[in-house]
């Protein structure tokens, strides 16, 4: 078994976003599923505490009921037990935009990705807007390097 992945272009939190998070909720579990928010992609600029707010209000406001901002920022909190153990409970993980590169190379290979995808595994819902979408594909093209990551 494996669960869904969601792959968003950006325009998080708006109103064009309500039909498939709404969806990505429901196939989490519905209301009472747990959701993750991973705002690693937005820590370069700071953004990440405001945008990570931004989501659980966005998540709450669309009704869900366990909605938790997973502070990770940064590799040495990708690998912190209790990270990947509060990812490994979510139904429902989602990424922010920001930074794909610094995302990916957080993620590559960490105890956080590794338990995200054990979720998934075990049928979560893995979700990400712009670079947070960007990194759940193969391949990527990040603007901020001279060629795409192929």
């Not at 009921?65 to 989602?94: F, H, K, N, T």
Request: include cysteine.
């Amino acid at each position: 078994m494996s669960g869904h992945i969601l792959l968003e272009g950006g325009a998080e939190f708006g109103e064009k976003m309500v039909e498939p998070d709404l969806r990505a909720i429901q196939l989490a579990g519905g209301l009472q599923a747990r959701i993750g928010v991973i705002p690693t992609a937005a820590a370069p600029d700071h953004n990440d505490q405001r945008g990570g707010r931004n989501a659980v209000n966005w998540f709450t406001h669309l009704g869900a009921q366990q909605v938790e901002l997973v502070p990770l920022g940064d590799r040495r909190s990708a690998e912190l037990p209790a990270i990947a153990e509060a990812l490994l409970r979510c139904r429902l993980v989602y990424m922010l935009g920001g930074f794909p590169d610094y995302l990916g190379q957080t993620l590559a290979g960490s105890s956080a990705w590794k338990a995200a995808m054990q979720a998934y595994l075990a049928g979560a819902v893995v979700s990400g807007s712009s670079a947070g979408a960007m990194v759940l594909c193969q391949y990527y093209y990040d603007p901020d390097r001279p060629a795409p990551d192929l």
